[in-house]
Structures are given as C-alpha cells and as structure tokens.
C-alpha cells in the first residue's frame, strides 16, 4: 500500500460585521457567532486547509491554484463544494484519505459543542467514517492575531493511500 502525508494550513480574518454581515462557517457547517469569516469564498478555514493538506499529500500544487480567488464564479462558494472537487480529484488518482487530524486556533467563539457536527459533516462529504476525521479546538492565550480575535487559523494533516 502506497502512503502519502500532507498538510495543509489557513487562516481567515473576521469580516467586519458593518459592512460585511455573513454567517462563520467552519467544518461545513454554519456556527453561531457575531462575525463571519473575510474570504472570497464563504471562508470556510477548516475545509481550506483540509483542501490543501490533501492536495500537497498528492503533489497537486495548492487550493489558490485549483480555486483562484480571481475567479469570480467563486465568489461566496461553499467550500464544501472545493471539498468534493478535490476529494473527487484524489479518487480519479487512486487515492483516499486515510484520516486527517486538524486543529482549529480560535480565542472566540468556543467551538467543543460544534466539533461531533463538523466530523460528521467532513466525514459525509468525503464519504468516509467520522472516526477519520479528528478535530481539535485551542486558543492561542490571547497571544498573536488569533488571541486579539482578529481571525481564526487551522492546521492539518491527511494520511491519504493509494
């Protein structure tokens, strides 16, 4: 069996909630706060990097490459639609993922209630077992601009085998 590893990292600032009122999602699913992410997708920063860790596992460049933010047919897109492209990428390879480990830095909102439901939501989209996907939440302790709560970041790491 052929095994490969990626990672994949992104982060998103708040948009701001004058001019700019839209919904925080992150692992697919939509969770209540009083500010959204700043993207031109719907900024989504789990699936982002999960996207990514995948496509580096795969040597298949990046998600800007993929999905430009210059494309406007992108614009306010549901990442979990960029999640099942490149999930369908990595099968016509003969690929899949094996499991993937995340972390999510946010100092705000407090994301432990959310985590089942992103699981299930990722584990859904990719068509795998949720046992696959781990999803942990931290804050920075006020420190950086995760700790001001100027944004959100995520790291990830995807076993994928062929």
Known sequence: MTLRIGHGYDAHRFADPRTDQRPLVLGGITIPHDRGLKAHSDGDAVIHALCDALLGAVG???????????????????????????????????????????????????????IPAMRER????????????????????????????????VHAVVLVTR
Do not use: C, Y
Request: hydrophobic share 45%.
């Open 60 to 114: 298949e460049a990046d998600i800007g490459q993929h999905f430009p933010d210059s494309d406007p047919a992108l614009q306010n897109v549901d990442s979990a639609r960029l999640l099942e492209r490149v999930d369908a990428l990595l099968r016509q390879q003969g690929w899949q993922m094996a499991n993937a480990d995340l972390t999510v830095l946010a100092q705000q909102p407090r994301l432990g209630p959310h």
């Open 122 to 153: 990722l584990a859904a989209l990719m068509a795998l077992s949720p046992g696959q996907i781990n999803i942990k939440a931290s804050t920075t302790e006020k420190m950086g601009f995760v700790g001001r709560e100027e944004g959100i970041a």
